[in-house]
């Protein structure tokens, strides 16, 4: 019998008869393993313990003490929902129920649902996890499952797109009830310790919204109640601290149905912290050597053919015709700014050519997929591209990373890095790609930084550090990047005149400091809970003078203050009153002024952390007000 390679997560290689599965290659190794197998990550994706191997695979198995375990008892934990569900509702039709990263969601037709349902049928599912079930893995043939699906559009759908060719087709069966599915999931309902239902939604069949709308029931399980619990408490502060509540609480934002979905309106709120974001980033721009661009916000289409991005990206662009030629909103800065690189000659001493712009792109997601500030249509990105000579890539790129890092710093936020390496499809030398690919990990691995390797996860120009955003609650979020490109100076005939005379061609890199001021204020919405440093503040003093008689005071108080963002509030409110809407609006500080205030000429100070201070000198205070805000200081801590 012939053999093939895998290679095991150590780098070593193990040869195992062909036709061996994830769970034969476990019980080679060792007895317990095996027996300990739950699933198995072939190159890197999930897959069931049954899955047979090919030649030169990268395999992990998968264990219960494995980072991806609780992914298949999720996954599991699905199918149980769906057995409970057409268990109470039998005239129900399954469509398709995925893990998540924190639980799993099954969306589902044919069946009036709501929130309030949700709890028979949690019940219901809790019954079939303490009957402990076996889950049977079944191959079919094709044949049988077509007909097992005939009366059911979606199962029929993935048939002929997932499974397409497949044969025999594997199905997943626990007591009465069947699914199709590719698995992987555990050995029976009982190994999940806790599950909970978590809330109803829409969903438009395969996020078009041209298609089906369907019911999508979220939930998630755990191996243990005290694991879920800890969840759900994250979960519930995590709802409290959802952008898109405390966006209208402190009137930052809205998305109105009539001027469009996905389309942000910035209220004065808002725009002030955005306003500061920028300021912020061009400051950092402006040092690092970027000189300001500027590009409309429509194109002519043939500039998105010869980027590329027209083939690339023509289903999620807004297209117009115009005079009968057809333009295009920007998906994209970058066609626009190396079109203004293209408009001059450069020799090699000009480079590193710098350009950064705030610039507003569109991008036509689907309807279903519209989230708050997190998913838009219409987004800014704090972009910035770089035109440098090849063996400028390695000082370059530090000097994106430093800015980056400086981000991070500032508001207090932990980062993720991951290193995408070339895909499949890829344009650009093998010599081009294994340099550039290099000096990505020299600049990682000069400044002692942890990355993740993301094999084949480059975009198809060139490899990129990718960062992630960690929050207060532990959440990550897509953030900054650094990219390099070898097609669009390609595309663009880009060229410098060398030190021999002869013309070369650029790297040009691509990065965002932020990602989007859109996903960024959202991250900083959340992770502050709303309370912004100072500096971002909307409103950064209010003065709550305790009676009319004390407005003049206050006034007076507020000219001296001109240089920051003070309000009076002039509502003929009691004194608690006041101080407890300032608390509810998240203002840093509060200066109370009444009689006694008023006669020695002094303020009372409190903040939002709810400590006071009475006869403080207005002199000392705005100065410390000055350097809180000038040093970007995280928190207020005038009384500290």
């Not at 109640?225 to 009137?251: C, I, N, S, V």
């Not at 991070?408 to 294994?434: C, H, N, Q, Y």
């Not at 009689?595 to 002094?602: F, H, I, P």
């Amino acid at each position: 019998m012939s053999e093939i390679v895998v290679t095991l997560p150590d780098g070593s290689e193990l040869s195992v008869a062909e036709g061996s599965t994830v769970e034969d290659v476990a019980f080679d190794i060792g007895p317990g393993l095996g027996r300990d197998t739950v699933a198995g990550v072939v190159d890197g994706d999930l897959v069931d313990k049954a899955t047979p191997l090919h030649d030169g695979a990268d395999l992990v198995i998968v264990t219960e003490d494995s980072d991806e375990y609780p992914r298949v008892l999720r996954h599991s934990a699905a199918h149980v929902f769906a057995q409970a569900l057409q268990r109470l509702y039998p005239e129900a039709k399954l469509a398709i129920g995925p893990p998540t990263d924190d639980g799993f969601y099954y969306d589902v037709t044919n069946v009036d649902l709501d929130s309030e349902d949700l709890e028979d049928i949690e019940a219901e599912a809790e019954e079939i996890i303490a009957d402990d079930l076996d889950i049977e893995r079944i191959e079919r043939s094709r044949e049988d499952v077509l007909e097992q699906y005939a009366d059911n559009p979606y199962k029929q759908d993935i048939l002929e797109t997932e499974a397409a060719g497949e044969d025999p087709v594997t199905i997943y069966r626990q007591g009465e009830f069947e699914d199709l599915c590719q698995g992987p999931h555990v050995e029976s309902t009982g190994e999940i310790g806790a599950f909970t239902l978590l809330n109803i939604s829409s969903a438009y069949w395969r996020g078009d919204e041209e298609n089906d709308t369907l019911t999508r029931v979220y939930g998630t399980a755990f191996e243990s109640e005290d694991e879920m619990e800890t969840y759900l408490e994250r979960r519930r502060e995590a709802q409290e601290r959802d952008h898109r509540k405390l966006g209208q609480e402190l009137d930052l934002f809205s998305i109105d149905e009539t001027t469009g979905p996905g389309l942000p309106l910035y209220h004065p709120n808002g725009k002030r912290v955005l306003d500061e974001l920028s300021a912020f980033a061009r400051d950092m721009n402006l040092d690092a050597g970027y000189d300001p661009v500027e590009t409309p916000h429509l194109f002519r289409t043939e500039l998105w053919k010869k980027s590329g991005h027209y083939e690339n990206y023509v289903d999620d662009m807004f297209l117009l015709d115009v005079n009968d030629e057809e333009y295009g909103l920007k998906p994209m800065n970058c066609p626009g700014h190396a079109t203004i690189f293209d408009q001059q000659s450069w020799s090699y001493r000009d480079l590193p050519v710098r350009y950064f712009e705030d610039g507003k792109v569109y991008r036509k997601e689907q309807r279903g997929e519209l989230s708050g500030l997190s998913r838009v249509w219409a987004f800014t990105i704090d972009d910035g591209h770089v035109f440098v000579r090849p063996e400028q890539i390695e000082d370059e790129v530090n000097l994106v990373m430093d800015n980056i890092f400086r981000v991070f710093e500032t508001f207090g936020l932990d980062a993720e890095v991951a290193l995408a390496t070339r895909p499949e499809k890829s344009v650009g030398s093998d010599d081009i790609w294994e340099r550039a690919e290099s000096q990505l990990r020299d600049v990682l691995d000069a400044q002692d930084i942890a990355y993740d390797v993301e094999e084949g996860d480059g975009a198809f120009y060139g490899p990129k550090i990718d960062f992630a955003f960690e929050d207060a609650l532990g959440r990550k979020w897509d953030g900054p990047t650094v990219q390099l490109d070898f097609n669009m100076p390609e595309r663009f005939d880009l060229t410098y005149t060398g030190e021999d005379n002869e013309d070369h061609r650029p790297v040009m890199l691509h990065r965002a400091l932020y990602g989007s001021y859109e996903r960024f204020l959202m991250v900083l919405i959340e992770h502050f809970d709303g309370k912004f440093p100072l500096w971002l503040a909307p409103e950064q003093v209010r003065i709550l003078p305790v009676s009319d008689d004390n407005l003049g005071y206050a006034h007076r108080l507020a000219n001296e203050l001109d240089d920051f963002r003070v309000e009076i509030e002039d509502r003929s409110w009691t004194v608690g009153r006041k101080i407890q809407q300032a608390h509810s609006d998240r203002v840093p500080y509060m200066l109370i002024v009444g009689d006694d205030e008023e006669s020695s000429g002094t303020v009372s100070v409190r903040d939002r952390k709810e400590r006071e201070r009475k006869d403080v000198d207005r002199e000392a205070f705005a100065d410390h007000l000055r350097t809180e805000r000038d040093e970007k200081r995280i928190e207020p801590d005038f009384l500290d």
